[in-house]
């Protein structure tokens, strides 16, 4: 769009901006019970073509910013693990596995170009895995099928050296390939050799995995073997699972974790003062970051683009926060889940058939569950899925690398990013949808604490002991949860007391008393950040001081006295 045009938009905005003004300072004069019905309306109207005007006006630079900030606009609390990788002790043989966009490229990359450059003796080698021949993005690909277990069937790939410069090419496990590395480390003066392998989920076969193995790393272990020291680091989304018996035991894991708020107003901070000259506001910043990890899951790759965004936009921090018209509007959030989640959860679910990745989306709302729960979802028709629920929780564990095994009582999102990504979007985008989840979860659980099924019959046998205290919290969780898009009507934190005090009154032991069910309950509920979290959210500070006190009267009860039913002092 031409300059004129931004220029007449920004007229147009600083009008619009002096109506505001006066409108404010009209309703600001009068108590609420006197101001006019029409002005209340005309300020809501206003606050919306300001929104919308703002939007136009940051997206007629955004790609320009985006360009002068990319430099900058880096996350810097990836420090913890390069450090664990710089250390002459790290161990020989190392696997980062993480999910899509958790930054493990960017951190091999950055590791890469320390050691090259800080180490004279040493030579780092960065090498990506090419995708198999014939394994495209299909259902089986994941689950074991495609590839072969030859050299014929072997991708070639090239190794990046210091400066980006390719050192050597061929098919991995190829004695040629593994002749020409040798050559390169055991130049004059090497004392070391480091090789990056990323993106090794593209080995999707155990055979493929191990010929690897047997003929690329063993093969250049054996032929260095008191000529230079070997290092290997194996970056994917899976690693571990594909290797078999004795080569699990000689990898040291290497766990990327979430961003988490402090992270993200670190690097929010750097890419304001770096890339747009101002320092934001402590209040600002922490508000922004929340927001934006509760947006993303703690996704790194979604938070650097939602960054990039609001540098575009300039920061506009200093808007009232309770405005329509602040960076995380609801239209905003939308568009900013649109442009930078959306496209995360695709990358993830790319390689999940359809109607499994709805059914993962809809799980998205639970943190715990297992085939009895799947099976009620498909009853209700929340979840589309014409076969066994222990088939799609098997597909849903092979093909996806982030849900538990189903031999687990009850499988979990092994990564929690993606569980919050896909809810977050749902809220936004379905929030009808998730409703009826998160409000169906909240009366499952508390139906099996209580010993009812979801028909309201009542069930042969009270769950275990843990399993009332998982069904417990969940229970609380998502009747917390449901607030999200359905506001609570009178006070949360009393309406959640009585909900403890029903669920908790219910606890009995197997073994022992049910204190001790009462003690464990509660140090796992004042741990669950991600509940609390969701009551700072929704109901402040205030409300969760007022919560929390009930949970500590549930805890400092005697222990031969039972937990008070709703209704009683």
Known sequence: MPGGDRSALETELAELRVTITALRQKLAAAPRSEQSVSDRADMIRLREAESALLLQISALDRVEVQERLAPTVRFINREHELEQLMRPTCPQYVVLEAPAGYGKTFLLREYQRRLNTTQDSGLCLLASVPLLPGTGTGAGDADGGGGGDGAEDMPETHFVGPNDIIVSRGRL?????????????????????????DAMEQLVTAENAQFFWDGTVLALERRLAEVVELRVVFSGRKVQSTWQGSVRHRLHRLVLEPFDTRAVMESVQSASRDGMGRVLRNEHLHHMATKIVQLSGGHPKVISGIVADFAAYGFALDLDPRSDTYAFSPRAAAELAESHVAPALDEIYSRV??????????????????????????????????????????????QTWLISPPSGAYPMYRDAIVRLLSASMMRLTEPERYLRLTQYAARLFRGWVLGVGPEGQELPQKPMDQLQIFFAVEALYHRLDTCRVSPEEGDLP??????????????????????????????????????????????GDAAVDAYARHVQAIRSLPADEPAPREGTD
């Open 173 to 197: 496990g190829d004695p040629k390939l593994v002749g020409d590395i040798v050559a390169h480390a055991a130049g004059p003066g090497r004392t070391a050799l480091t090789l990056l392998f």
């Open 353 to 398: 058939p359809d109607e499994a990745a709805f059914a993962m989306r809809s799980l998205s709302v639970f943190r715990g569950f297992n085939a009895n729960v799947i099976s009620m979802l498909i009853r209700e028709n929340l979840i589309r899925w014409d076969g066994a629920p222990v088939e799609l929780l098997g597909i849903l564990s092979r």
């Open 494 to 539: 009393t309406a959640l007391a009585g909900l403890t005090r029903e669920l908790v009154a219910q606890f009995r032991c197997t073994f022992g008393e049910p204190a001790e069910l009462r003690a464990q309950f509660h140090e796992i509920l004042q741990n669950d950040r991600e509940f609390w979290a969701i009551l700072t959210e929704v109901g």
